[in-house]
């Protein structure tokens, strides 16, 4: 199937030409009217001998008023149809510039829907893996045996639960007492109290609550980038209970962002010419189906208070975008997913 935008190119290609043959057509037949008229002239001058060829002159005359009036009503109804064509087919572009637009928004809905569902889990599991015995034991009281069982235990979570780089519990003061992969990360006896979602994960209210921070690299974890999820462990597991610790859990962002970007549903001709990212609250790229573009990136969206819409950047690329709708109890971090679309050439 032929291009739309190629049509309407070779619309304007016709239009172009057909305006151009006619006023060459005119100027023609302007110098024709005027040595017709040098003829007429001339044949009067020349009297009786001159009345043959002022019989032809007329003639020329009358010719050149004919084809006037043929290019007067060619140029009002042929450039006036091309006229019409021309617009009926911006028309046409925009409207499909809009569903294409409306659809990459779409898009963005579900791709960043996807995450929020993943990123929902995350909040389940660092909420309820907090009461589990061994974790509570490690933090109400810290010894090699209590630590090591934990260490035992979270290593037999992040067995099952592949999506995850590590799980660190931690007491008040922030020092990290056991972590499921310490063949990998030697993260027992670190300080992590000046870390963001520790901070705030001691201090939620209650074991129903939990905090979330937005992905960074992690130099603990070998600079990896991840989600951190956290909350706080309490007395006896309870949920009204004393803080006695931290769970933090670091979800591995890469490989499972990687997935969402690179999954959306477009053509082969779409790829060619789209990129899909996560962008984050403070407008960093956090993933992107781009292979060049790097995490931490800055992408600057103009959404102007929108939850969802799309827009037409200033070098002709269309930007479709959605903020995170959250889901069930996660309510997001204000990330947005972003299409961003070169035109069909």
Same mark, same amino acid.
């Given at each position: 199937? $032929? ?85 009926? *087919? ?35 599991? !660092? ?8 974790? !509570? ?8 045996? $209590? ?21 660190? !519990?931690?007491?008040?003061? &922030? ?61 006896? &597991?309870?949920?009204? *209970? ?20 690179? $999954? ?31 995490? &931490? ?17 200033? *070098? &002709?690329?269309? !930007? ?5 709708? *959250? ?19």
């Amino acid at each position: 199937m $032929s291009n739309p935008r190629e049509i309407v190119d070779l619309t304007y290609e016709v239009r172009k030409l057909a305006n151009a043959k006619i006023s060459d057509i005119n100027e023609i037949n302007r110098e024709t009217t005027f040595l017709a008229l040098n003829a007429l002239i001339e044949a009067a001058r020349a009297g009786d001998a001159g009345r043959g060829f002022a019989v032809v002159a007329n003639q020329v005359k009358h010719v050149s008023s004919r084809i006037g009036q043929v290019t007067t009503a060619l140029n009002k109804e042929l450039a006036g149809s091309l006229a019409q064509l021309t617009s009926l *087919g911006d028309s046409m572009i925009g409207k499909l510039d809009n569903h294409a637009g409306q659809r990459c928004a779409d898009l963005a809905l579900n791709m960043i829907d996807i995450v929020d569902r993943n990123l929902y889990e995350r909040s389940c599991d !660092v909420r309820w893996w907090a009461t589990d015995a061994s974790v !509570v034991s490690c933090a109400a009281a810290p010894d090699d045996a $209590s630590q090591q069982f934990a260490s035992r235990r979270l290593s037999v979570i992040l067995d099952s639960y592949t999506v995850y780089l590590d799980l660190w !519990v931690t007491d008040l003061s &922030g020092r990290v007492l056991a972590n499921g992969r310490w063949r990998d990360y030697k993260v027992i006896g670190q300080n992590v109290a000046d870390m963001d979602v520790f901070k705030r994960a001691i201090g939620t209210a209650t074991g129903a609550d939990y905090v979330a921070g937005d992905i960074q690299t992690m130099p603990l974890l070998r600079n990896a980038p991840v989600g951190t999820y956290a909350t706080a462990i309490r007395e006896n &597991g309870d949920n009204t *209970g004393k803080p006695i610790g931290a769970l933090l859990i670091f979800f591995d962002w890469a490989p499972q962002a990687k997935a969402v970007v690179n $999954s959306v549903r477009l053509s082969d001709e779409e790829w060619k010419r789209t990129r899909c990212m996560i962008v984050d609250s403070k407008s960093h790229v956090i993933a992107s189906s781009d292979e060049h573009s790097k995490l &931490g990136d800055r992408f600057i969206l103009q959404h102007e208070g929108k939850s969802a819409g799309f827009y037409r950047a200033s *070098g &002709g690329d269309t !930007v479709s975008f959605a903020l995170t709708p *959250g889901y069930e109890s996660y309510t997001g971090l204000g990330w947005y997913g972003v299409i961003e679309q070169k035109p069909a050439p």
